[in-house]
């Protein structure tokens, strides 16, 4: 039959006739190339054959013709894309045919060419389906012979109108006694497939092949999450796989896991150190790598000791942290930020002028980082001393005064006590008389007054003794 083809296949095809001359003194010209293929007209034979034989590693790929001065050129390959070398320049007549396992055409195609040095040159070769004159299509598969992972519905077509397919699974060569074919069929594994056409009246087809290996799809790699691999305390540990339906088998002492290994069904919770190797098993498929991890339980640092803990304090404070554990480092911070190896490295006491937090943790190699402590240090400001106004005077006054009283500490509160007469009153506290109004002083009185405020340290206690003069009664 003939037939001859329009669409370009770039993607079937990577045969390319590529030419580039070079010359020296004394010797003939050369090129270096590759072939291109290209197919023209109705695809359907011809593409699915040329897609067939570039899959199928039994191919062959023959490029033969003559050239100047004699010159005549034969390469064989089975796989493209290949090279041509060492052509000499000048006029070329190239045939280019495609060959199945068994050495039937499948392709054929020719042109000429004009190799001139210097230049580089490309040779396109459009390929048809040879004519041979009242035979049948040879049968097409599809898909094209290779490795299959699971079952495998396989069609076979034939371009002949009327043609019966017959084919073959056990390698056996096919005939009209053979299973026809009516539909895809599937194979369930490895297997050559060969396949003839017949019709009546006409040649039978040349006998076509593919073979198909069977390699079991392989389940995914586990995977682990949850915690880190170096942990202090417990550690939870989360197995997943990404092939669905896959059980989960894992082991702890080392050995590898199987499907009579323990199976997995909830995050394991790891007290210790742990090796864990898990695979992953689906019927039908093969089964996953072995996955393993380490799990490295640590021994904690001793927690620091802030020494004080904790305190209020008036000017200054210092402050010592230690650490049980040997050639632990010490880091602090004073900004309340959690402390970490990039953190200020202990070295000496800490000196404290301003309310501050400190906190603190040791690290030592091979072991897990300490706790964090903390301790809270409070400055507390002094409230300033109570005002009297007026103040007493020497001598005394010569009439009752008001007395009023004021701190320079605002918010502070004044807190009193007033005794008349020579007598001392008690010193007063927040539990006292408070201070609201000036204080009427009709006579001789000593005051005690104390100013006070939240979060600051109490002023001292003021004593003032106001003397009020009167008048001497003389009596017979």
Known sequence: MKCRLTILLPVLVSLILVMSGCSQPGTPDYLVGAVRLDVVGSCDEACALLEQALADTGSEFHLFGSGP???????????IPWKVTRLPVGDWNLQLNVRDATGNV????SNAVEVRPGITNQASFIVSVPSQANQVSSPVFSPAPGIITSDQSISLTCTTSGAVVYYTIDG???????TRYAAPFTLAGGSTVKAIALKNGMTPSAVTQATYSFVPQQVAAPFFTGSERLFTDTASVELACATEGALLYYTTDGSTPTVDSIPYHAPLVLTDTTTLKVVAIKDGWQDSTVAEATYTKL??????????PGTEFSSSQEILITCATPSAAIHYTTDGSIPSVASTLYTDSIWLTASTVVKAIAIADGMAESLVVTGNYALRTTVADPVFTPEPIAGGFNSAQSVEISCPTEGADLYYTIVFGDASPLDPSSAGTRYTGPIAIPETATIKVIAIKDGWNDSVVVTKNYIINGSIIIEF
Request: hydrophobic fraction near 35%; glycine fraction near 6%; charged fraction near 15%.
């Open 172 to 178: 056996s060569t096919p005939d009209a006694s053979s």
């Open 69 to 79: 001065r004699g010159y005549s050129l034969m390469r064989l390959n089975t796989v």
């Open 106 to 109: 499948l392709l054929e195609g």
């Open 299 to 308: 021994a904690r640092t001793a927690t620091p000791v802030i020494s004080p």
